[in-house]
């Protein structure tokens, strides 16, 4: 790739992923950026979803992983990014629980790496350049822990996370804050909710549950399935980066939700809904009948709910899918893409249970 020099470049890191693949879509499609996508390639990520970008002269892969200083710094030489965003993480509670260090290493030490070379980066660029770079660090809502009923997390809401992965998320949050006081560098911090949607990975809790009953399986509930989320649809997310990268101002963080409290056992049971009517042939109608208690994730935390009249209000940004709306298209997704998600079923996982502590 030769970047055009009118047209801006994004650095994006973990764009094999979930959401970091939905962000190089739509800035591909949009046409009016380089992109160069950052990932390590972990059992996470998937090049399959990002068939529509591959060939466009304006996309640029490399394989390789944040905690490379060396690797990290010669990208910015070569690419001159006015932007990074940064996605790439460990991202799994379950996970977190079996095996916490890749999550210490990726979470915190990745994130250190990369505002090092951000920093560095950024120092040396020319006075106009430097006052427009931004360094976007995308986070969750996880980093503030549980909350009991009524109550929303909003941008003062203090950090209480729980499980290592929130606890690894909180740490970056911190890094990315102090780069920001202590060094200038112009950090906006993002904190988002539940995401679903496309090319989600099939060990979360809505593709798991959609596969599962495509492929006649019981439907694991974790407890009673009254833990409750707030659940946001991912393109919706994407948007919500790109406007936070365009609008947002340095130091401030944004918090990022659907406004969508659902607990898990209601997810399931629209999702089962959603199965009955699209999957009229089904054996297992109605799909209810396969949902089936299993036990609890340790230190499961209760609730989780946004207040995002932040970015509403100052950005200007409100999610355009409601949580029906959205569903359907994940499901319909699922249902017209198994060879996406068969590959990995056959090669990275296979639907069993993680984050019942038996540590790796
Ligand atoms: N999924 C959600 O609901 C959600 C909600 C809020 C915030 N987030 C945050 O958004 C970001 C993306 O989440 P996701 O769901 O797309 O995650 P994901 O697990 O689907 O993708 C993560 C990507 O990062 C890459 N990666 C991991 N370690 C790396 C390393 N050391 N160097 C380079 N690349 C590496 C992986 O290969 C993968 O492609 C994460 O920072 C996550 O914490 C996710």
Known sequence: MVAKP???TILVTGGAGFIGSAVVRMLIARGDCHVVNLDKLTYAANLDSLTEAAGDPNYHFQQGDICDAELVKSLLAVHRPQAIMHLAAESHVDRSIDG?????????????TLLEAAQDYWQGLPSQQRDA??????????VFGSLPAQSRFNEDTAYRPNSPYAASKASADFLARAWHRTYGLPVIISNCSNNYGPFQFPEKLIP?????????EALPVYGKGDNVRDWLYVYDHVRALLT???????GESYNIGGGCEL???????????????MVPGSGHKPHEGLIAFVQDRPGHDFRYAMDASKIKRELAWAPEENFESGLAQTVSWYLDNRWWW?????????????GLGAKA
Not at 244 to 250: H, Y
Not at 263 to 274: A, S
Not at 342 to 354: A, N, P
Request: charge should be positive; include cysteine; glycine fraction near 6%.
């Open 6 to 8: 009118s047209m801006k």
């Open 244 to 250: 936070v990268l365009e609008r947002g101002a340095p």
């Open 208 to 216: 798991l549950m959609i596969i599962k009953a495509l492929k006649s």
């Open 263 to 277: 607990t898990n056992l209601e997810v399931v049971r629209k999702l089962c809904q959603c199965l009955d009517q």
């Open 133 to 142: 770079f931004r360094f976007l660090h995308v986070s969750t809502d996880e």
């Open 342 to 354: 068969e590959k990995i079923m056959s090669r990275q996982y296979s639907g069993q249970r993680l």
């Open 100 to 112: 916490p260090g890749a999550f210490v290493q990726t979470n915190i030490v990745g994130t250190y």
